[in-house]
Structures are given as C-alpha cells and as structure tokens.
C-alpha cells in the first residue's frame, strides 16, 4: 500500500489554489475561507464572481493499493491497482452523515480526493500545476447513507468514472476527474444567480438551518455552545462578512470548504 505522506489540509490547499490559477475561459472560481486575513477582504472580495453558484468540498487522502493481497484485488472486486478513500468513523460516522444531510440542499457537494502515490509525485504535479487534474471528484449526492458505527471506504481505479461504495459493496458509474471540473462548472450554469448581498443573507441562512438541525439531533448538549457561531447579531451585513461567515459554519459542523464559481 503506498500513502502519499501529505495531509488533507495540504492536499485541500494545493486543490483550491490552482482553482483561482485554473483558466477556463469565461469561468472563475474563488474559495471562500475563513481564515482569510481582515486586510486582503477589499482584494478577494473584488475577485469574487458577479454572477454563478456554490460548490463544496470535503477534502479525502486515497492509499494506493496494488499487491495481490490487498482486499479487494484477493477477493475479486478489482484485477488490478485501486484507489482507497477511508471515510471517518469518529463518532458513528458523523462528518458524512452530516455531508449526506447537506447535499440534500447543495447538490454541488463532493468528496475531492488524489490520484497520485506519492509525496514526489505530489510535489512535482503542484509545481506543474497538475493537482486538479489528477484528482477524483465524487458526489455527496449519489453516496450511500450509513446508520451504524462501522468502517466504510470508497474505492476507484485510475481511468474509470465508477466507484464502489463499501462495506456492503455498492457500485456507481459517476465521478469525475479534475480535467473534467470545467465541464462539471459549466453545466452548472442554468443554476447561477447574482452573488451579491442578497445571495449572501440567503446562503448563510441556509447553511445555518442545517447546522442547527444535525447538532440538534446528534448533540444536543452542544447546541448552546455553538450559538455564538450562529448568532444573526454578530455578522456584519457587507457581502464578504456573510460569505465568511457561512464558511466558518461550514468548516466547524460539516468539514467542507466553499468555492463559489461563475463569471
């Protein structure tokens, strides 16, 4: 088995910053991220799409499995090299139940993993600007649901959209690579709305009801003390203040990072 010895925090960098390098023509895609500094907000709130729609990311490692002892080459699922994202158990599986929770109102919502080996292989494709391409997409909205506390995987080959959802082996066709995420962007299109304020109010709003609703149900010992994170009074009303906002919800209930994407 080969890990590529980098975290998903550096992974999830690496993937954002080429999608604000990304040239697709008429399509721009901005991370929002709460740990912006207070003096870049002017500049990164000038970059922001005028017009276009929100995705999320919940960034994976995958291991390299190619020995004949790996599981799923000894027991016949795949005859040669895969690719394993372990999903994490912490808590009954809570990050992805809340993550099937959100897609159901943000279908955009996808698991991001890589497609390379190593940590050489990691280096040289970020410095060849290659990070996104070599990384596999996979939707929220077509993974399966978990109600118990067990371990459970995705798992994909290089070359082929379709993946297997385990422990109870589940296949589906669809995935996408980052050489396709132009494509995935831009079908998105018919979706788009003018990003302003009122975008904004509606979208913190929205993420809040969810986060309300799963710590509600999961913990309800720990609604009180992510209040202030809700609270309505302490956002200001600008733009960028709601946008980041709604990504510090994100980043502290469900783990995903905001990309808004358009023109």
Not at 20 to 26: I, K, P, S
């Amino acid at each position: 088995m080969a890990q590529i010895g980098i975290s998903e925090f550096t992974f999830g960098y690496a993937f954002l910053f080429e999608q604000t390098q990304a040239n697709w023509g008429d399509l721009k895609a901005a991370p929002v991220l709460p740990s912006l500094q207070q003096e870049e907000h002017e500049g990164w709130d000038a970059r922001l799409p005028l017009n276009g729609i929100d995705f999320y990311y919940q960034f994976k490692l995958s291991d390299y499995l190619s020995r004949g002892n790996a599981t799923f080459i000894r027991n016949g699922t795949y005859s040669s090299p895969y690719y394993r994202i372990w999903l994490h158990q912490h808590n009954a599986n809570q990050q992805h139940r809340r993550l099937r929770q959100h897609c159901i109102a943000n279908p955009n919502t996808f698991y991001a993993a890589p497609q390379f080996n190593s940590l050489e292989e990691f280096n040289s494709r970020f410095l060849a600007h290659q990070i996104t391409t070599e990384s596999r997409i996979i939707p929220l909205a077509l993974c399966d649901d978990i109600h118990d506390g067990d371990r459970h995987c995705i798992t994909f080959q290089r070359g082929y959209s379709a993946w297997i959802f385990h422990s109870e082996p589940t296949k589906h066709e669809k995935s996408y690579t980052g050489r396709e995420l132009g494509s995935l962007y831009r079908d998105s299109r018919r979706q788009w709305q003018r990003i302003d304020v009122h975008f904004a109010e509606r979208l913190l709003e929205k993420t809040r009801e969810i986060a309300k609703r799963v710590i509600i149900e999961e913990e309800p010992k720990r609604a009180a003390v992510v209040r202030p994170l809700l609270d309505e009074a302490q956002v200001g009303r600008e733009r960028r203040d709601l946008l980041l906002r709604t990504a510090d919800i994100l980043s502290a209930t469900l783990g995903v990072t905001l990309v808004l994407v358009g023109s």
